[in-house]
């Protein structure tokens, strides 16, 4: 009978051994450390869109505030409706949820030079992307605008 030849050649002298060779403590890691990884990284990952989502619904709601103080800065409209349009703005360009979220105010002000302005504030916060937060992020926003004559 012919002599049997090892599919796999002995390991050499100072080789790493393989993977069935391993200490018997190490078996296994791999698994954990690519959970204590991919934790980390999903964690990063929701951190970077949640500061996304609150960077865009703050841009949104100051240039909703804004439009909303040229609406009632208009000759033929009432310096208080300003308010309700930045609400309505808000809802058409992210939710009715972040609109909801919101208390909008708009008063008429003299500033020093003796003009007459609109001013819409808005107060509120960004929904968290994972609910169980709360309000953790509060937007606080100015829009001015220069009255008409009548």
Not at 34 to 41: A, D, I, Y
Not at 108 to 133: F, I, K, T, Y
């Amino acid at each position: 009978m012919a002599e049997e030849v090892p599919l796999c050649p002995p390991p050499l002298a100072g080789s790493p051994p393989g993977p069935a060779e391993g200490p018997p403590g190490e078996r296994g890691a791999a698994v954990v450390e690519f959970v204590f990884v991919s934790v980390l990284v999903v964690v990063l990952l929701l951190a970077v869109l949640q500061v996304a989502v609150y960077v865009h619904v703050r841009n949104v709601v100051t240039a909703s505030a804004q439009e909303g103080a040229r609406y009632a800065a208009n000759a033929d409209v009432d310096s208080s409706a300003g308010a309700d349009h930045t609400v309505a703005v808000v809802a058409r360009a992210t939710s009715v949820q972040t609109a909801e979220g919101l208390v909008c105010s708009s008063v008429e002000d003299v500033d020093g030079s003796g003009l007459v302005l609109v001013v819409v504030r808005c107060s509120g916060s960004v929904p968290p992307l994972l609910a169980g937060l709360g309000n953790l992020l509060p937007v606080e926003v100015t829009g001015r605008a220069v009255k008409e004559a009548a």
